[in-house]
Each structure stands twice: as C-alpha cells, then as structure tokens.
C-alpha cells in the first residue's frame, strides 16, 4: 500500500482521536464554567471546594457518577435503553467532523495534517443529515424507559426538533447562496475572498439561526423536553450515572457545533483580518469565537424562563418559518440580480426592525388592555374580593381586614362563595 492511500487514512483517525478527546474535555469543563458563570450572574457561589476556584469539580462529578449505582427500569427495553444514550454521544460527535477549527499550517498548500477531521464538498449538508439523527437518542431513550413522563419528554423533543430544524436550515440557505458552495472551509474562504463576514449579508438569517439552534439542542428557554416541573426529568427520568452523563456529554457537545457552525458561516471561522496567517493563532481565533456563543447559551440559561409549549411550537411554525422563508426568497433574488451584499444586510436589518416593532406595539396594546380592562381580567376569586372592598367602601388598615373578613363570612353564609 503506497504512502498516498494509507497516510490520509492514519491522519483522519489520529485527528479524529485529538478530536475526540479535545470535546470531551470541554464538555467536562463546560458544566463547571456553567454552574460558575449561571451563579455569578443570580449572585450566589457556584462550585468553589475540588481544587482551585473549584476547577476540579469536573473530576469529581465523573467519579461521583461512575460510582452511582445503575440502575435499569424492570419494565425498560434494556437494549434500547442502553443503547439510546450511545446514538446521542456517536450523533454529535460525528457532526463536528467537517468543522474547521483553525487555517491550513501552510497558506495556500492544503495538507492531511490541517486542523480538520474532513473536508467534504457537502460538509454542512452532513452536518445537518447527522444533527437531525439525534432525536432518536432522545425519543428511543424516553421510549424504551417504559416510563410515561419520559414517553412524553420525549414526544415533546421529536415535535421541537423536528419543527426548529425546518427554519434552522431555511436559515442557512442564504449564506450558502453568497458562498455558493457546502464545504466548511471553502465558504470561510470565500468571506475572506469578498472582505465580509456574512452576518452582514445575513443579519436575519443569523438572528433565526440562533434562536433555532438553542431550540435545537433543548437549551433553556427552550428546554421543554426535560421540564423537571412537569416531567420530572422528561426522556431522562429513569436514567442514572454515567448513562445520564452521556445525554449531558451529546446536549454540550452539540451546543460546541452549533456555536461552531455560526462561527463559521457567519463571522468568517478562524479568519480576523490577517492574523489567520498565523495556524496556530487562527486556532484560537477560532475558540474564542465559539466561547462568546457558549456563553451567550449560558446567559439565556441564566435570565431567561422556560416558555409554555403551545408558544413554543407557535414560535417555531407561525413567526421563525416565514421569516426564514422571506430570507431565503430575498437573499435568492439579491444573488439573481447581482445586488451587492449591503442590499441584503439592510433588508434583512429592516425586516428585523419591523419585527420588532410589531412586537413592541402588541405588547403596548395588551399592557393597555390589561389596565383598562382592570378587574375583569382577574380570576373570580380575585375579582370577587375587589368587588367586596369596593361595595362596602374599605380603608387600609385593620378596618379593612375586619370589613373584609365580615364581608366574606357574609357571602359565605349567603352560598355565593365556596371554599
């Protein structure tokens, strides 16, 4: 076997291994800059005792959890059940495999060594057919549990994802249009070759993407698939230990491509005027780009509630579908008639200031309604009690407690209200 046909097969496996293990770090060290950065924000602590500033917590979470005890449903699938959390780990580290993570080590002379696992001419096209295989981790785990909040965790995610991943990849489209190619780094190349990054081109295909891609990966306000409150842990309830650390391992990974693919699309991958001459500097050009999305992940988790299901399923069919439509449509007819690439920013600015101005208008309108409306908005008990204080005049103060506890016994004894 000649030199040329067995070297990129040892170079893909050997970066492949780098790959693996340079992931799996981050995800460890990812909850602990979570639970700092979420605790320094809500004012409280965070993990502060394993090692310095608590940096050794990762460590002693993974032998807390290969010390739990396993535990497998009597009523569980068991090979399914062992399996799911596998599907979900393989799904998303395959996905990363055509990201490009820095510049070649040699400008201009492409080499098997160069700091990615592949370089497809579909590369974003596998990223998006291997992303959409990880439902099956979550559904087939919350099936084969034989427990019913976990079948309706899972239902949820197959409903989210599926839904999220229409406007996720309409978003998408118009960047491949000013690229005009799927490959990972040649659509780095070429925002480097037209002086722009193509969140200028695509500012609204870029603000749907995000928005998509935390609903993607079941983050927080989206994270309806695990509502503890409702669901106790959703598809995760009946798992424990290293098996549940797995579904950790599969929603930070995926969080890492997700930032990675926005990194990369919209504000040009490793690429900061000039300095990506310079490998192993694109290299960190290129995390440092990924950080600020992990962050902004961390953030929403930090500030923002979860939302109801109907809104959320609304947000994903009703308002991010058509805009991501009317971004696809435009950006088409930009390329078309070889508008430069500012026409495509401000439209896309103008619709996202419309957008926004139509959501303030309707929330001045509720706020207006709910003031003017006053009491009729207000559950009955609570329009009840109104109505007693105004009918008989109270003041605040002890008179007012007495008038309305009399007033109430009154009612009370008069069968219009029931406790």
Known sequence: MSEATWLPIVASLVKSAILIVILLTIFAYMTWIERRVVARIQGRLGPNRAGPFGALQPLADAIKMAFKEQIIPAQAHKVIYLIAPVISVVVALSAFAVVPIGNSWTPGKPSV???WVGDINVGLLWILSISSLAVYGIVLGGWSS???YSLLGSLRSAA???????????ALSGTLMWAGTLSMVSIVHQQMEQGIWFIAAQPLGFVIYIIAAVAEVNRAPFDLPEAEQELTAGYLTEYSGLRWSLYQMAEYINMITVSSVAS???FGGWSFFGLERIPLLSIVIFALKVACFLFLFIWLRATLPRIRYDRLMRLGWQFLLPLAVLNAVVSAACVALGWPWWVNGLIGLAIIGAVLAITWLRSRQTRFAVSKAGAELLPPSVRLVKSIEVEMGLTSGGEATVARAEGRQ???QDG???V
């Open 113 to 115: 060594w160069d700091p």
């Open 146 to 148: 034989g427990n019913r």
């Open 160 to 170: 989210q994802m599926i839904s999220y991943e229409t406007s996720l990849g309409l």
């Open 264 to 266: 990369t699309l919209f």
């Open 410 to 412: 009154a009612l009370l």
């Open 416 to 418: 219009r209200v029931q």
